[in-house]
């Protein structure tokens, strides 16, 4: 078993000895059978919130309602979910009612597909009763029971279903699929904050260009915010080499033909962090700028290395060229730099104004962006005395 797992077990022990079943669930299981790296342990539980709060000394209340509570134990930190299963799901995204069990398969059988569906003991036994194990042996994702049903339970789980095919790379399931296309618009009903959570998760698989194929192809992309009216540009984004492109430098690829405001706007409604939009919009700035971002020292300086690497990263995509390259190119050319940032300049705003003996104002900032511009070009030296004859010299102290 894996290290986490085996840590995890006297968890499992204190839960049985108190008289309740106890069991990993969800995606460990899964990426433990496919031998891929386990994050965190999830647990599942025949006891109720209240029982759980009873077998651990110190407990929090993350999500109690849903039957969550984390177990603070000096081995480490556990959330342990009783058994539910889910009633009624009139908005298409949130059950009506949650509703506590004994039974472990109850609980399996509301979990979206059936390499999720598994659960395992503590001593490494897999309960399967849905045969997840022969999916994920066949590399295929499909809905435990009718999709039809469990895509109108909850749409979010289509996007679940494509970033499991970006992390992946298996295949859907052929009912799944056409049941995926047949009910795209419903993932209009779903809060972007958790289509978010997915798309990122798409945008950034090993096999994300399947995974966008699929969005594209089964019409899900046509009702995410925003995407509706980049159809051929997200066509003709699948055929860049995008392996090496993070999350704002995908998003800058897709917003690349958007002006300023509109991409604002776009990025706002996907609720990115306002950093993030930030980050994008100056990616796209410097990526698109003619001549080419790079040229001159002093703006590689301004935009400092991780913008400097970001565009001309994204540059390259956009061009078909060689990311990785790209990446080592714009790191270099700032590496190169004989000044990194302000802070290592050997003269200070307050060294020109005692030199110039004049109040403090714009001329500051004009004055300092000059003897940058010149350290960077090689006319004077970064030091102190120097800068301050070659300000005499230019008449400008
Ligand atoms: P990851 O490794 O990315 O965390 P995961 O499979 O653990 O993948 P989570 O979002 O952490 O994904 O969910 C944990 C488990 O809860 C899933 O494996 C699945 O069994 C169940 N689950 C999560 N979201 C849904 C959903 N929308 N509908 C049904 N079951 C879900
Ligand atoms: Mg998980």
Known sequence: MDQLFLQSVPILEKIEQAGFEAYFVGGSVRDYILGRPINDVDIATSATPLEIKSVFPKTAD????HGTVLAITPS?????TTFR??????DFRRPDSVQFVRSLTEDLQRRDFTMNAMAMDKAGNIIDPFNGKRDLSEQRIITVGNPHERFHEDALRMMRALRFVSQLGFGLDRETYHSLQANASLIGKIAI???LVEFEKVM??????RAITLLLESGLSQYLPQL???QDHLLNVLNLPLDHLKEAELWSVIMIQTADEEMEAALRAWKLPVKTIRNIQRI???????PSFGKSAFEVFQAGHDLTVQAFKVRAALTRGDVMKAEESGRHLHEALTLKNMSELSVTGTDLVNWRQEKPGPWVKTSLEMIVKAVLNGQVRNDKEEIKRWLVKCNLS
């Open 62 to 65: 993350i999500g109690i309602d």
């Open 76 to 80: 480490g930190t556990y959330e342990i």
């Open 85 to 90: 299963t889910e009633g009624g799901y009139s």
């Open 193 to 195: 904050e958790r289509i």
């Open 204 to 209: 950034s698989g090993a096999y994300k260009k």
């Open 228 to 230: 509706s009216d980049k």
């Open 284 to 290: 796209v700035q410097l990526a698109k700028q003619e």
